[in-house]
């Protein structure tokens, strides 16, 4: 089964700094999914950012990129110039690729609380 | 429109109760899912339903029963409600295996 482990619960950081969260997983697919949601007081999830194992290219969403490195598992999210608007909890997910595997089954970290200080 | 839209969006009720909470996507996705995000915000899995057929079915009290009338809909019904039910369930959706999931808003059930 595969397992998403956020090891950092709370993150700080300086309105307009840079701030990094930790993602590790552990998976033998070779072929999946991964992604980076951002939950604020309002419980919305919002997708922040999404990596195909396949591509070996990181994404980038505006001031938010990843940090993958398929062999180590990792899976991190850095987010430049923060802003006020960022402080939420960051959820990591694995979804696995194959349609055969519980449909698509989705796993979730335990989530990294970020405040944005000003 | 709402793509994943669930109701009611807040419910409060009393031990023993029966509710249910009602799911619909109109994004044409053929899979759809429930969620619970506990008091501590861990967010775990309960159901998940590929063209109104159970596929994913998570270590949950069978007080808690999915329906999918269609492929649009996931509702969920939960039995002699207890304390520990209280959390707020998430309904998604997603397009085949992989592609990214879609979240409602949440229902946040609070058992008094």
């Known amino acids: 089964a595969q397992t998403v482990t956020q090891s950092q619960p709370e993150m700080s950081v300086q309105e307009a700094e840079t701030v990094t969260l930790s993602c590790t997983y552990d998976t033998s697919e070779s072929d999946y999914y991964l992604f980076w949601y951002k939950q604020p007081p309002s419980r919305q999830m919002i997708l922040v950012i999404r990596?195909?194992?396949?591509?070996?290219q990181n994404a980038t969403e505006n001031r938010f990129s990843v940090n993958f490195q398929k062999a180590a598992k990792s899976f991190s999210l850095k987010i430049s110039d923060s802003q006020l608007g960022d402080a939420a909890m960051y959820f990591c997910?694995?979804?696995?690729?194959?349609?055969?595997?519980?449909?698509?089954?989705?796993?979730f970290g335990d989530g990294t609380t970020l405040t944005v200080k000003p | 429109d709402t793509a994943v839209s669930q109701t009611p969006k807040y419910l409060v009720t009393q031990m023993g109760n029966d509710k249910s909470i009602k799911c619909e996507q109109n994004l044409g996705h053929d899979t759809m899912y429930w969620y619970k995000q506990d008091s501590k915000k861990f967010l775990k899995i309960m159901f998940s339903?590929?063209?109104?057929?159970?596929?994913i079915n998570e270590t949950v009290p069978n007080r808690f029963s999915p329906k999918s009338p269609d492929k649009a809909h996931l509702n969920l019904h939960i039995n002699s409600l207890e304390l520990g039910d209280s959390a707020v369930y998430f309904c998604a959706s997603a397009r085949g295996a992989g592609n990214t999931i879609y979240f409602g808003e949440g229902s946040w059930l609070t058992v008094v």
């Open positions: 997910a694995y979804r696995t690729h194959s349609r055969f595997t519980n449909a698509g089954k989705s796993t």
């Open positions: 339903y590929n063209n109104k057929e159970l596929i």
């Open positions: 990596q195909e194992a396949y591509k070996q």
